[in-house]
């Protein structure tokens, strides 16, 4: 016979009831009470000196759910110090204590679980709480405190919504949420909750001291062999695992930070990587779970280690030694060893793992995995990315990747990299594989898009940027080009003496036609025309019928010809009160759909007008390109340069910046800022003449003010300029201080260069150096004009 609601009611006040995961009434009392004096198996203090003669074995559930097979230890019960029935006033060892509500829910004024008040006593060792102040008050429950504790400060968030500061305390299986009406008292109780935490020692898990214990006898073979076979918690197993092997904080993760995963507690995530990786062993193509896990421990760093432990783990004494399953283990630590380098105490137990692998069984595919991991921690270093899929399946075979390279004027290039090959490394090697040695101009490599293109930085790993093409290609739509690499012209210190028959002329011809079609060459319409005519000449010889036009696009800046269109006339607004609301009104009826009608006319006369000035402008090309009859290739890629060069900024790199103006009021000044081998120029877009030229001498210093201001500071003046290119900027005003100061005479006051430093004739050579805030060195003489 089912109860009636108002026992059952009754029933849950009295004996406690679970409601959304939260335990109430006395049986949350005695829970609380009890469950946080239970210590977790997998920690022990730092301090203790008991010896590890216990077999620390794989914690298993049992049918209850409260027994484990593995004992649990009684340091962290005795830090709860039990209380006797005195009066609670009287506790000698109470630090801080007082009234705090705890979990409130829902508004101050209408709770839909009403605060509960009690009285909570900070000691050296825990937090408890009782359900009174006066002698005899019952403990209702108590949280251990340990070096993972942690608290968090009060927040403004929540005195909004209920009215009280928060002070919340995690604990190793309980949270408390305690609430004051005063900020002071609540800063009081968090400063002194931290101050308990700070004063604990570190806490140390089993496997911890089992490493440090393998590194202690690693050179005896019968001590390694006991303590393999006495402990199972460093070797295989198909349990699931119900505790991480290190340390973690308790406590939930900053989830406030922008991105596509959502995270819980480290502790649950360390269990959540371990339940992956014995998915991992039945996997027909593991690379995708690969990639995920390696993405959690990029986002999440502490886990690192945590995933090598348990990695070491799964390798050590499987049922099937390099079987499948055995064999995924060891290409996820493979890909883990190209991407993350582990702290120095898991590191040495990593390397004495890949040490006994390759001892226990040579030349097998373990023991080729051992040693190419081994080889990989001596070169990894920090990644941005985590490797791609097609890296992941080259590391799985121990192989390199061929990264393609583009070249202006030539042939692509194939290089074959590896997971620590930086773009200085490809960029030095294409400079000696196609003979540019010699150059006294500098190279770089770029990444090209549809819509942007910037230099690759020296020290940039480029699995890190094939990482990056393969996730935008995953967002790109299919008719937008591809990323790719390509290597190109960084810095021009000499144009003059580059060979015409060399393939740097070749790279010079094609930078200088890039850099008309993006209208960083200020000259006629005449001139363009025939610049456009030379490109033909260069591309198909001589005219004929049959050869192949490219897009106008191709040959002829395109916002030449928008610039022939006329400029569109806005409607104009209405003139009083009245005509705006009927205008209103009126904008989403007829009326409105005529506008738009109008609008779209409008649009198409100007996209017909535009298709007759290209056509217009393709007739003139074609008839300059007869007249080129005979003209070979070398010659008109020769003749177009010279064009080119007679701008008197030719050589310089151009970005479009902001200049900040000084007269309170004025806006920015819309400006190119070129940057040369001999000077710093600034031009207003289009025209031909420098507004102002500042020679390397005049520099006293310059770098980023911010994100997206780049200050530049000449004699006694500071100039700001508002862009997107900070970096850029610096990095190449960094190379040409660099190459300037290494050509310079050395000086008989000037000491010799120490042999550890770098040579400052190699330093421009390849790519652009890290950039940096740059201050002029004391007056010793000028870096030249």
């Known amino acids: 016979m089912p109860f009636p609601g108002g026992l059952w009611w009754l029933l849950c006040c009295r004996q406690g009831f679970t409601l959304l995961r939260r335990d109430y009434g006395d049986g949350d009392r005695e829970a609380d009470g009890e469950a946080e004096e239970e210590a977790s198996f997998e920690l022990r203090a730092q301090g203790d000196q008991a010896s590890l003669e216990v077999s620390l074995s794989q914690p298993t559930r049992t049918s209850s759910g409260s027994e484990r097979s593995l004992l649990v230890s ?143 006898h690693c050179g005896s073979p019968e001590v390694l062999e006991q303590i393999y076979r006495c402990n199972p918690i460093l070797r295989y197993t198909s349990s699931p695992l119900y505790a991480p092997l290190l340390p973690f904080p308790y406590g939930s993760l900053d989830q406030s930070a922008p991105g596509p995963r959502s995270y819980t507690t480290l502790r649950d995530e360390a269990v959540k990587l371990f339940n992956s990786l014995q998915q991992l062993e039945s996997q027909r193509d593991p690379v995708p779970l690969i990639q995920g896990i390696l993405q959690t421990c990029l986002d999440l760093p502490p886990l690192v280690d945590e995933i090598y432990c348990q990695l070491v783990k799964q390798t050590t004494e499987p049922p099937a030694p390099g079987g499948p399953g055995d064999l995924h283990y060891w290409q996820l630590l493979t890909c883990m060893s190209c991407t993350f380098l582990p702290s120095p105490p898991v590191l040495r137990f990593l390397r004495f793992h890949l040490d006994r692998t390759e001892s226990r069984f040579p030349a097998s595919e373990m023991a080729k995995y051992a040693c190419f991991i081994r080889e990989a921690l001596g070169k990894t270093r920090g990644r941005e990315c985590v490797p791609s899929l097609e890296e992941i399946l080259v590391l799985m075979r121990r192989q390199e990747m061929v990264c393609t390279v583009h070249c202006p004027g030539a042939a692509a290039c194939s290089v074959a990299i590896s997971s620590h090959t930086t773009a200085e490394e490809v960029a030095r090697e294409l400079v000696s594989r196609l003979g540019l040695s010699q150059s006294p101009n500098l190279f770089a490599l770029y990444e090209q898009s549809r819509l942007r293109e910037q230099p690759v930085g020296s020290s940039t790993l480029l699995a890190d940027v094939l990482t990056r093409f393969e996730n935008l290609a995953g967002e790109e739509r299919e008719q937008d080009a591809p990323c790719r690499l390509c290597f190109k012209h960084y810095g021009f210190l000499d144009t003059d003496n580059v060979p015409r028959d060399s393939l740097e002329f070749a790279l010079l011809f094609e930078q200088a036609h890039e850099m008309v079609l993006r209208g960083y060459v200020p000259t006629s319409e005449e001139t363009l025309q025939t610049l456009a005519a030379l490109r033909l000449q260069s591309l198909n010889s001589d005219f004929s019928t049959h050869a192949p036009f490219p897009r106008l696009e191709e040959l002829f800046p395109p916002h030449v010809l928008h610039a022939r269109l006329p400029a569109p006339r806005p409607d104009p607004p209405p003139k009083c009160r009245g005509a705006r609301l009927r205008a209103g009104l009126l904008a989403g009826g007829l009326w409105g759909h005529s506008l738009a009608k109008q609008r779209a006319e409008r649009d198409q006369r100007l996209r017909g007008r535009l298709r007759e000035e290209g056509a217009s402008t393709m007739a003139a090309i074609v008839e300059k390109w007869k007249l080129l009859q005979g003209m070979g290739r070398p010659e008109a890629m020769a003749a177009y340069v010279a064009l080119v060069r007679e701008w008197p900024g030719f050589g310089s790199t151009l970005f479009d910046v902001d200049l900040r103006a000084s007269p309170v009021g004025a806006g920015p000044q819309r400006l190119w800022l070129g940057i040369g081998a001999k000077a710093v120029s600034l031009y207003r877009p289009g025209e031909p003449e420098p507004l102002d030229s500042f020679c390397y001498g005049r520099i006293s210093s310059f770098g980023a003010s911010d994100s997206s201001t780049f200050r530049l500071s000449v004699e006694d003046r500071d100039l700001l300029f508002e862009t997107s290119q900070v970096d850029e900027i610096a990095q190449l005003l960094t190379t040409y201080l660099a190459s300037t100061a290494a050509r310079r005479l050395p000086r008989p006051q000037e000491p010799a260069p120490s042999p550890l430093d770098p040579d400052p004739a190699v330093l421009p050579r390849g790519l652009c150096p890290v950039a940096g805030p740059w201050q002029r060195p004391p007056p010793t003489g000028s870096f030249g004009s």
């Not at 039990?82 to 004024?109: F, H, S, T, Y």
């Not at 009403?114 to 009285?119: G, Q, T």
């Not at 101050?195 to 898990?205: F, L, R």
Request: proline share 6%; with cysteine.
């Open 74 to 216: 009684e340091e962290m019960r005795s830090l709860i110090v039990e209380k006797g029935p005195g009066p609670v006033e009287e506790d000698p060892d109470a630090l801080v204590k007082g009234w705090l509500q705890r979990e409130v829910r829902g508004g101050v004024k209408t709770p839909w679980i009403r605060p509960r008040k009690y009285w909570f006593v900070l000691t050296p060792d825990s937090l408890d709480y009782y359900s009174s102040n006066e002698k005899g008050a019952k403990r209702l429950g108590s949280l251990v405190l340990t070096s993972l504790c942690s608290v968090l400060w009060p927040d403004k968030q929540t005195y909004k919504e209920t009215g009280y500061w928060s002070v919340t305390v995690f604990g190793r299986k309980h949270c408390y949420r305690l609430y004051s009406e005063h900020l002071n008292e609540a800063v009081r109780w968090v400063c002194a909750v931290q101050k308990v935490i700070d004063s604990k020692a570190p806490v140390q898990t089993p496997t911890q001291l089992l490493m440090r214990d393998v590194e202690e």
